[in-house]
């Protein structure tokens, strides 16, 4: 077994990207010291090896230590405070194609311990000594998606807060509806927040569309897609220079006053001052209005 904090990241910035690559934490930062956020355009398995400190994914701050495993989809964006060293499982695009494993079965945040961490550790260490010898070797490309592919579906098998299964919790079918309406938000939220249209895209009634919402989030189903539509807009005010305008006119705000106010009512402070807030160094976690549950949306876009 590789004991924590000596995992070796397999980089070689002269070489073209790998389907599946290794790096460390700090390849991720956008700007020395995290001092705002980075928008992530692939997936991510993020581990622990050393310091204490927070990981703010999607503006959820969760705390970590050597240990702690992280999940992160692309679209999301990744802070953390400088104080954390990891390794990162990157891959992109099309790698898991045929294989019987879903990613976003793993956990968002999981603590290990005992055999699972043993496990998690010797996985991703078998991982990253394959991917550095075997970089330039075409016929090794099975190898390490197989290899990725165990260490998921090992993680998938970890304990979840997700909802479902408990008693009191949403039936099946309401799971189902909430599910399939957040891939009709992921494809049209830029172009439409009526519920209705997203009732008559799915064939069932505005209401029926509103108790699954209520069951699964507690949130009404018009709810639901504001917020989408918000956490969107806080991650580029958070990780681009992008003009605020401009990121209203693209979530379909043609009239910047509006998305203002229809940001500010979701958020609870202006565009820019979100903005000017999350430039601020991240020394601890902070307890704050979030735009949307990112657990809600990781894993859908």
């Known amino acids: 077994m590789v004991p924590s904090g000596q995992l070796s990241p397999a980089t070689h910035p002269d070489l073209p990207a790998p389907e599946i690559d290794l790096l460390d934490l700090g390849e991720l930062a956008p700007e020395p010291g995290w001092r705002r956020p980075t928008l992530l355009d692939a997936d991510l398995l993020i581990l622990v090896t050393g310091g204490h400190g927070t990981a703010e994914l999607d503006f959820r701050p969760l705390p970590c230590r050597p240990g702690t495993l992280l999940r992160a989809s692309p679209g999301q964006v990744l802070r953390c405070t400088p104080q954390l060293d990891a390794t990162v499982v990157r891959w992109r695009g099309e790698t ?21 961490e043993d496990a998690v550790i010797n996985e991703v260490s078998q991982l990253a000594v394959d991917s550095r010898r075997h970089r330039d070797n075409p016929a090794a490309r099975a190898l390490l998606r197989h290899e990725l ?41 830029q172009h439409t ?16 569309l509103t108790r699954a919402c209520l069951a699964v989030t507690g949130r009404s189903a018009k709810q639901v897609v504001d917020e989408r539509v918000a956490l969107q807009a806080s991650r580029l005010l958070a990780a681009t220079d992008e003009p605020v305008a401009r990121i209203g006119r693209r979530l379909g705000f043609p009239e910047p006053t509006n998305f203002g106010r229809f940001f ?17 160094p991240l020394r601890r976690i902070v307890r704050q209005r979030r ?6 949306w990781a894993g859908r876009a």
């Open 291 to 296: 735009p949307a549950d990112p657990a809600d």
């Open 193 to 208: 927040r009526r519920v209705e249209d997203y009732a008559a895209q799915l064939g069932c009634s505005v209401r029926t």
């Open 149 to 189: 592919a165990v260490l998921l579906l090992r993680l998938a098998l970890l304990p979840s807060d997700r909802p479902g299964g408990a008693d009191g919790g949403p039936h099946r079918s309401e799971l189902a509806t909430f599910h399939r309406l957040c891939r009709e938000i992921e494809r049209g939220y």
């Open 96 to 116: 898991l194609r045929g294989l019987d494993v879903d990613p976003d079965a793993v956990p968002t945040h999981h603590q290990l311990a005992g055999e699972d």
């Open 264 to 280: 500010t009512r979701e958020v609870g402070v202006s565009p820019g001052a979100f903005r000017a807030a999350r430039e601020q």
